[in-house]
């Protein structure tokens, strides 16, 4: 599985964003996808992960209430929107694919098997 985020860009603050993550291999389909973020001098931050049926959904505390999280599973792709962005949303966003091992949805970047290349999301005041 190979992974391709965009989307990312400079917006202010109350702005949306849609980052999306193209996904390649024929098993991408069975993965859980996973966004997470980083900024410099920190650990990965969890964001959100989606199962392969999209009926199991989880946030990080962070963006609960202001990011969804999608997939389309015909095009390969995950999606994450982002509404009412505030500069503490300044990172690089990583999508990754988690090939599932039991019911419950990973929150750890570690449990992740494939990483795509991030995109930058700058959130200015």
């Known amino acids: 599985v190979q992974l391709q985020a965009s989307g990312g860009g400079l917006v202010q603050a109350g702005d949306s964003l849609r980052l999306s993550c193209a996904a390649s291999?024929?098993?991408?389909?069975?993965?859980?996808m996973g966004w997470f973020r980083q900024t410099p001098g920190k650990e990965r931050e969890f964001v959100a992960a989606i199962s392969t049926s999209s009926l199991r959904i989880a946030y990080g505390d962070s963006v609960k209430g202001r990011f969804t999280i999608s997939r389309d599973n015909s095009e390969s792709a995950a999606y994450l929107q982002m509404n009412r962005l505030k500069p503490d949303d300044t990172a690089v966003y990583y999508c990754?694919?988690?090939?599932?091992?039991?019911?419950?949805?990973?929150?750890?970047?570690?449990?992740?098997?494939?990483w795509g290349r991030g995109t930058l999301v700058t959130v200015s005041s």
């Open positions: 291999g024929l098993a991408a389909r069975s993965f859980y």
């Open positions: 990754a694919a988690d090939r599932p091992s039991g019911a419950e949805l990973s929150l750890a970047a570690s449990d992740y098997e494939y």
